[in-house]
Structures are given as structure tokens and as C-alpha cells.
């Protein structure tokens, strides 16, 4: 446990909670947090994750720039469905680049638990992309990558990192839920899968917008 670990675990609650109620900043505290991450997942050995956290710091600046500019003539994005085909796809592509880069981690690096930290490396891609487009999926990808790294971080002696997919689990859950709200208080519904993710209630409701993009 160390100081820059908890710093970074503040920063990560304070960015999943400000992304539930769908609010801006939480892509700059996000890359605060990320940019933090790169050094303590690389000291571990955890080198999928710390790749992670550089393709977040692209993903971020971007998600800031589309939630503000990405909706009908610049305005605001609101929260869409996934088609459920796209949502299929979306899982079957995540499992198989999981197998190829486990498999590159086991055999040319000492990564530890390749295959596991390359499935939370892909689906955590996945979630992030689909959260800079406000897709109500994105949050049941986030679940699935907190399950698996809580049990990751705690093997690892990352005690503080696990803890704070701990909390993550449980506001993701939150997430859905909210999103879900808010989608459906504008007259919409995902057809994405059975529980569809609910990323936020915050300053875009109320304007018109279709549920569902393919």
C-alpha cells in the first residue's frame, strides 16, 4: 500500500461516481487517476494493466471531448442501447483478442496471471470505448472487469486496488441502474441484452434521441 495508491483509488471513486450522474469531469479526473495507475500496475508486473491505463489516456480525452460535443449539432451526448447483435459482437470479439493476448503475455513476457489480466485488459477497453459513446452496455462490461480484477489485486498484495473494485463493483451496479433510468425516463429501451447499462442521470435528460444505434 502506498500513498500514490490511495491517491489514485480517491480519484477512481470520484470519477466513477461523477461518470453515474453524467457529469464532465469525470474524463479529467479520470486521467488523473489512469496516469497514476501506469506506474503502480507496471512496479507490479501487471503489464497488460499498464498498457491499459496509456490507451485510457486516449479514450479519456476523447470521452471528454464526444460527451461534450457529441450529440445532435454539437450539443450534449445522451445515453443509447446497444443493437443486440452490435452486443454480441462486441463479447464474441473481446473473448478471442483475450486468448491472443494472454497468450502473447504467457509466452514472451513474466506477466503475472496473463490470461485473466488480458481478459480484464480487453473488456476494460471495450467498457471504456463504449462509455465515451454513453452506451448502456458499457456498465455490464465494467461489472465483468471488476469481479475479475478484485481477485487479480488481492493475489497480487494490491490490497487498496481491490478494494477500490470493491466499491467500483457496487457503483457499476449503481450505474446500470441509473443509466437505465434515465433511458427509459426519455421513453427508450436497449435492445443490447437483458441488462442494459445505465450511465447516468445528469445534465442530458430530457432531450430526444433514439435508444438504439446499430
Not at 491505463?53 to 445532435?72: E, I, K, T
Not at 497480487?156 to 441502474?177: D, E, I, N, Q, S
Amino acid at each position: 500500500m502506498s500513498v500514490i495508491e490511495i491517491f489514485a483509488a480517491l480519484m477512481g471513486v470520484l470519477s466513477v461516481w461523477l461518470t453515474i450522474r453524467q457529469h464532465i469531469l469525470c474524463w479529467p479526473t479520470g486521467l488523473v487517476m489512469v496516469a497514476l495507475y501506469i506506474w503502480i500496475f507496471f512496479d507490479a508486473k501487471l503489464y497488460s494493466d499498464a498498457a491499459l491505463q496509456v490507451v485510457y489516456v486516449v479514450l479519456c480525452s476523447y470521452g471528454w471531448y464526444h460527451w461534450a460535443r457529441g450529440g445532435p449539432r454539437e450539443s450534449g451526448l445522451l445515453v443509447t442501447g446497444l443493437a443486440k447483435i452490435r452486443f454480441v459482437g462486441w463479447i464474441i470479439g473481446g473473448l478471442l483478442a483475450s486468448l491472443a493476448l494472454g497468450y502473447v503475455m504467457s509466452t514472451r513476457t513474466d506477466a503475472s496471471f496473463p490470461y485473466l489480466d488480458a481478459i480484464t485488459t480487453v473488456l476494460s477497453l471495450i467498457a471504456q470505448f463504449l462509455m465515451t459513446r454513453k452506451k448502456l452496455e458499457s456498465w455490464i462490461f465494467w461489472i465483468s472487469v471488476d469481479v475479475l480484477a478484485i481477485g487479480i489485486y488481492a493475489a497480487k498484495g494490491l490490497h487498496v486496488t481491490a478494494l477500490l473494485y470493491g466499491l467500483f463493483l457496487v457503483l457499476a451496479v449503481l450505474g446500470l441502474r441509473a443509466w437505465m433510468i434515465d433511458l427509459k425516463s426519455r421513453g427508450g429501451s436497449s435492445s443490447g441484452s437483458s441488462c442494459p447499462r445505465t450511465e447516468g442521470i445528469g445534465s442530458s435528460a430530457g432531450s430526444p434521441s433514439s435508444s438504439v444505434t446499430t
